[in-house]
């Protein structure tokens, strides 16, 4: 029992920090100055959504920091993510 539940936390780990990893370069998370009130939070959230777009999309050839560049460039590609 106890070597599951290490093994279990150890896989949350690395997924946290795959996630993280990615927010942090795709994104910049960690060169964000919004501190006060609820936008630190607020962006947070969008930045996560967005990743996960990006991510599901299946037609996508490239990294998810050219893809979000993309998506912020070409409209269409935009509305392509929003309905898949």
Request: with cysteine.
């Amino acid at each position: 029992m106890p070597s599951d539940l290490a093994k279990l936390a150890e896989d949350t780990g690395g997924v946290e920090s795959s996630l993280h990893w990615c927010l942090d370069i795709a994104f910049r998370e960690d060169d964000s100055r919004v501190g006060k009130g609820h936008g630190a939070t607020n962006l947070a959230i969008i930045r996560r959504f967005a990743l996960s777009l990006v991510k599901q999309d299946p037609l996508r050839k490239v990294g998810v920091k050219a893809s979000r560049k993309q998506a912020g460039w070409d409209n269409h590609y935009l509305l392509h993510l929003l309905m898949v």
